[in-house]
């Protein structure tokens, strides 16, 4: 349950959308504190459209427990299998829609943005990021219970996660340095 405080600051809820495992983050706009984060594993053995259901209704009913105005995804993932690719793209769109439809702000990052962010370069990858989030919330419980990044394709699986938290803390620091700017002007 939110306390006072909560329920009077800006979320954000970053997603790393993912017809397997979608790793998903509130994080507080002001602070960078993370309010939660999880993931959220669909099985293989039900449609595509079964699945891409699930995800939109769990995140849906994680936003409308926190006053969150801006949803964060991570821009889109290009690689060798078309099927992957075709997945992916249907659910962020399930995603964009649903969340546009009922007036959320949709906004997207690209890797090289969240990279930058957590200064780290260009080439980083997403373990050396990981590691930055890991030393920026060191201490964190919620950060202790998820356990350590592992991209590893079983139960122990991290890696969505820290993407998600990393996603939404790079969000929240640009849209931090843009306020900052133009309170300046």
């Known amino acids: ?13 970053a997603i790393d959308p993912a017809l397997s495992t979608t790793g998903y983050a509130v994080i507080n706009m002001n602070t960078l504190e993370i309010a939660y984060v999880n993931k959220f594993t669909t099985s293989p053995k039900n449609s595509d459209d079964f ?6 209704t769990k995140l849906f009913h994680i936003a ?30 399930a995603i964009i829609g649903t969340f546009s439809f009922c007036k959320y702000s949709v906004n997207h990052l690209l890797p090289s943005q969240i990279r930058k962010e957590f200064g780290v370069g260009g080439n980083a990858s997403k373990e050396q990021v990981a590691a930055e989030v890991t030393a920026m919330y060191k201490g964190n419980k919620k950060l202790e219970i998820i356990g350590p990044y592992s991209d590893k394709q079983n139960k122990d699986k991290t890696s969505d996660m820290y993407d998600a938290i990393s996603i939404g803390v790079a969000f929240c620091k640009m849209r931090q340095k843009l306020m900052a700017g133009n309170s300046n002007d």
């Open 1 to 13: 349950m939110m306390s006072m405080d909560e329920r009077q600051t800006e979320f954000v809820l």
């Open 64 to 93: 409308s427990q926190y006053p969150i105005k801006d949803i964060i995804l991570e821009d889109g993932y290009l690689g060798p299998n078309a099927r992957t690719c075709m997945q992916l793209s249907t659910l962020r769109g």
């Open 51 to 56: 699945r891409i259901n699930e995800i939109v």
